[in-house]
């Protein structure tokens, strides 16, 4: 598991220029899904145990912690407002919540979504970190 741990961390390190935030407590498999063409990087975590709003929370918050460090601390919602800590960027769902933020790394800009597998696909038992290049426009042959 190590090796692909260490791949998927390469890889949004690299890519998404975020680092230090490891993964959830009690992971027991991880895997990344890259789409190049779209820009967009889904890392799944399998947990061992129930999911709670507590692991979910903390999750969210190691991660933020490493969006302030790379954007230094300007992560903001759709709408421009700048947020002040992570539970700011926290929407309310059913069964639990999940986050949504926008950070800038070298004039680029991308988007965090952290939510329960189960929002998702239904499938109950993980965590997803989701990243996505946000406006970017991609530039064509000759231009």
Same mark, same amino acid.
């Given at each position: 598991?190590?090796?692909?741990?260490?791949?998927?961390? !390469?890889?949004?390190?690299?890519?998404?220029?975020?680092? =230090?935030?490891?993964?959830?407590?009690?992971?027991?498999?991880?895997?990344?899904?890259?789409?190049e !063409?779209?820009?967009?990087?889904?890392?799944?975590?399998?947990?061992?145990?129930?999911?709670?709003?507590?692991?979910?929370?903390?999750?969210?918050?190691?991660?933020?912690?490493?969006?302030?460090?790379?954007?230094? =601390?300007?992560?903001?919602?759709?709408?421009?407002?700048?947020?002040?800590?992570?539970?700011?960027?926290?929407?309310?769902?059913?069964?639990?919540?999940?986050?949504?933020?926008?950070?800038?790394?070298?004039?680029?800009?991308?988007?965090?979504?952290?939510?329960p597998?189960?929002?998702?696909d239904?499938?109950? =038992? =993980?965590?997803?970190?989701?990243?996505?290049?946000?406006?970017?426009?991609?530039?064509?042959?000759?231009?």
């Open positions: 598991m190590e090796a692909s741990t260490a791949d998927w961390v !390469k890889t949004i390190e690299k890519d998404c220029k975020i680092t =230090g935030f490891g993964r959830p407590y009690g992971t027991v498999k991880e895997t990344l899904d890259k789409d !063409k779209k820009m967009v990087w889904r890392v799944t975590f399998e947990i061992d145990e129930e999911i709670t709003q507590e692991m979910v929370d903390g999750y969210a918050k190691s991660v933020w912690d490493a969006c302030v460090e790379a954007d230094g =601390g300007r992560m903001h919602s759709c709408n421009g407002y700048l947020y002040d800590e992570a539970w700011d960027a926290e929407r309310s769902q059913i069964p639990l919540n999940y986050y949504i933020w926008y950070y800038t790394v070298n004039h680029k800009e991308f988007r965090v979504g952290i939510y597998t189960n929002l998702e239904g499938i109950p =038992g =993980g965590i997803v970190l989701k990243i996505e290049r946000w406006n970017y426009i991609e530039k064509k042959a000759g231009s």
